[in-house]
């Protein structure tokens, strides 16, 4: 069974910087992503990455965040600069032993494994 432990969440000022990590145990060459979820709003993906290297962003995103991996540690990032208070949200990382599709891999039950979830908070 694949577990994920989160961590690297905290509070920030609009404009600055976090970076999340993710450990996996129990399984390699994942698919892993990284969602989040407001109060009163919908989980949504934010960013994906294969083993193989091929990352993904949400449209919202885009420039801003960058996810990466350091598939000898088992580890993903999830660089968030340039911060805005709608980014804060409890980021979760999740995983899948299914290689997802443009298509697939925005959608929460695509995934197997789900962290225990960092939170995000943005204040302007």
């Known amino acids: 069974q694949v577990q994920l432990v989160e961590s690297g969440g905290g509070s920030v000022q609009a404009g600055g910087s976090l970076r999340l990590s993710c450990k996996a145990s129990?399984?390699?060459?994942?698919?892993m992503a990284w969602f989040r979820q407001a109060p009163g709003r919908e989980r949504e993906g934010v960013a994906a990455?294969?083993?193989?290297?091929?990352?993904r962003y949400e449209d919202s995103v885009k420039g801003r965040f960058t996810i990466s991996q350091d598939n000898a540690k088992n580890t993903v990032f999830l660089q968030m600069n340039s911060l805005k208070p709608e980014d804060s949200a409890m980021y979760y990382c999740?995983?899948?032993?299914?290689?997802?599709?443009?298509?697939?891999?925005?959608?929460?039950?695509?995934?197997?494994?789900w962290g225990q979830g960092t939170q995000v908070t943005v204040s302007s």
């Open positions: 990455i294969h083993s193989d290297g091929t990352k």
């Open positions: 999740v995983s899948s032993s299914l290689r997802q599709t443009p298509s697939t891999w925005l959608r929460p039950d695509e995934y197997d494994s």
């Open positions: 129990g399984a390699s060459n994942l698919y």
